[in-house]
């Protein structure tokens, strides 16, 4: 068993006081080391000594004694068939163009899809639902900030261009909900400056549950990573 002290700064929040649901996802799917399936229990805290735990069965975030979010292999195909191609430029301008404004947002400081976030430090991924097409969409170019020594793209920030496109996509306006799980599968980590496509869609709701989907894919048209999620409405 493989046991690290980690703290995840606040520059990767989701809503206000909590880490994003995507980011601390790729973070255990990064300690597994492929495609993974994620769990997420309870809101994993900003700016504090938590612990990332991984052995041979998977990983996970705890806090003391509180598990924050697990993951394990995937281990399966992630069932999204048929992805979307990619969006039109037309589409991904419809969909910017429904995206609500800050006082909208559950969480415009949201370190993917904040548009109160400087472009510079977050991923400005912020594409609303399109009814017509069911989809939301966006541009992406991932800043040199989010590639390793290698100049590719790190998996905790591909699963967070990942996440939050799913909430939209799933179609529940601006409802507050939370990421309650997601499996995620990478085809290859894109380099730092590549145009990217990032688009969501809805699979089917159940009560407060939205089932959707994710892909992100590359200037020529092929899909470089995809994910499938579980958002859960929070109850008022």
Known sequence: MDQ??????????GPDGMANGGYVSGLVAEAIGGPAKVRLHAPTPLDKEIELVSDAAGARLMDGDKMLVEGEPLGKPLDLDPIPSPPTDALIEDCRVRFPPPSEHMAPRCFVCGTERDPDDALHICGGFEPEH??????????????????????????????????FGAGIGTAMALLAGMAARIVRHPRAGEKLRVTGWPIHSEGRKYHSGSVIHDADGKVIAAARTLWVKVQA
């Open 134 to 167: 069911a989809r939301a969409a966006d541009h992406w170019v991932p800043a040199s900030d989010l590639a390793g020594d290698d100049g590719l793209v790190a998996t905790r920030y591909l699963w967070a261009a990942l996440d939050c496109p799913s909430y």
């Open 4 to 13: 690290q002290n980690i703290e995840i700064s606040g520059r990767f929040c």
